[in-house]
């Protein structure tokens, strides 16, 4: 979030987020409601001046007349600072609203148009055959079932099945495995079930929470992995010299997708529950933008690994987020459906995350803490990532070759047969 000092200093650069992010800014009222609030306080500091005066007036006990003006004040004294606290509970909320200002290097924009393809690796596949959607090759293997799976929860749900099953989970550990052993990351298996302050800390609510799961007890089922990784320091000052912390979960996600209505309804693209390798950072100010292109190689490798065509696209201010700072998108190519899927996205988000969920660190002992600035990414979604792998290694009799790289996962398996 943004405290209520940057609004207080630059209300224009706020607005001007708003509206290149395309989103609501309530700047006036937030002022509005602060200058008020701190008009009262002026007053109750006013009166407990004057409480304090009458007090060292007298000696001893107070007598009737002082004794009635001090119980005046007290009262009065209260009655305005709980207007205070009713201001300023209603401004905090408003903060939750306003959006991260970009960062001067994100292009702008209006649209998904003018996003900039900064680099692409890899050729898509030449076939000599039509390729199929992998929703198609993926009935004719045998391992999807999307009827049984809305069956038993309703659409949008999958059932993957045997090699199909097999697959997903050996992608899965080679990711976390390339995290841990190559990437410096420290696997954690995080809970699936958080409470409303955890969303909050991501920024998943208020915005977003007609797209969560919500339980009894006001918890959510999390929709990334990100928001408990995020919230494992909340309300922590940490040891600055132990920065960067480096996080990758594997977690189920939970989304309504209430937003995305009619859009890619068909296949393993867009569901209600998808698993996720994530990886979170936790680092310096200073260091969070060359992090966060650290950040999009971590899960570019996971792509070339598997020889998957991918372009790395830079997202425009009004395609990026509420609360990132900078975004990039990996985008795999899918010859069946002839187009690219969106397989991970790679944020940094500056303190926005870290001032939700007060997370700080102490660069030396004796320093001011600082508040740490949060970068996450995807290495990588499964579905679509299973999708792209499908169409894009699929063979003219139906079969589709397993990549090298997840042969050892799988007991040297070479192909999936009907």
């Known amino acids: 979030m943004l405290s209520v000092q940057q609004v207080r200093d630059n209300p224009e650069r706020i607005r001007e987020a708003g509206r290149l992010k395309g989103e609501p800014a309530p700047v006036d009222e937030i002022l509005e409601l602060d200058e008020q609030a701190r008009a009262l306080r002026t007053q109750a500091e006013t009166l407990r001046a004057e409480q304090n005066r009458v007090s060292r007036s007298f000696r001893g006990t107070p007598g009737g007349p002082e004794r009635q003006r001090l119980a005046e004040l007290k009262e009065r004294i209260q009655a305005l600072l709980d207007d205070v606290g009713e201001l300023e509970h209603r401004r905090d909320e408003l903060l939750l609203e306003l959006p991260n200002p970009p960062h001067e290097s994100v292009p702008v924009g209006t649209s998904e148009a003018d996003n900039l393809v900064v680099r692409s690796w890899g050729e898509p596949r030449r076939f000599d055959f039509t390729p199929l959607p992998h929703y198609e090759l993926g009935e004719r293997l045998g391992i999807f079932d999307f009827e049984r799976a809305a069956r038993i929860s309703g659409s949008r749900f999958a059932v993957v099945r045997g090699a199909g099953a097999r697959l997903q989970r050996a992608l899965a550990t080679f990711m976390l495995d390339l995290a841990t052993t190559r990437h410096g990351y420290t ?54 010299q132990l920065l960067p912390i480096r996080h990758v979960a594997f977690t189920p996600c939970w989304r309504r997708e209430a937003g995305a209505a009619g859009k890619d309804t068909r296949g393993y693209l867009r569901l209600h529950q998808f698993d996720k390798v994530e990886l979170v950072k936790f680092v310096t100010p200073e260091s969070s933008l060359d992090e966060l292109e650290s950040l999009v190689s971590d899960a570019e490798t996971v792509l070339q690994e598997l020889g998957l065509h991918y372009r790395v696209v830079l997202m425009c201010t009004a395609d990026m987020g509420f609360a990132q700072w900078k975004k990039y998108d990996l985008e795999a190519w899918a010859p069946g459906l002839e187009r690219h899927l969106e397989v991970s996205s790679c944020s940094v988000f500056a303190d926005f995350q870290a001032r939700r969920a007060n997370i700080r660190f102490r660069a030396a002992a004796g320093e001011r803490p600082r508040f740490v600035h949060t970068l996450n990414g995807s290495a990588l979604a499964l579905p679509r990532t299973v999708a792209a792998l499908l169409e894009s290694y699929q063979e003219s009799d139906g079969t589709v070759t397993i990549p090298a790289a997840l042969r050892p996962y799988l007991d040297g398996l070479e192909r999936l047969t009907p």
């Open 187 to 240: 696997e954690v298996a995080p809970p699936y079930l958080v409470r409303r302050e955890v969303m909050v800390g991501t920024a998943q609510l208020p915005k977003f929470e007609d797209d969560a799961f919500h339980t009894e007890g006001d918890m959510f089922l999390i929709p990334t992995g990100e928001v408990p990784v995020t919230n494992l320091y909340r309300e922590e000052i940490l040891d600055g």
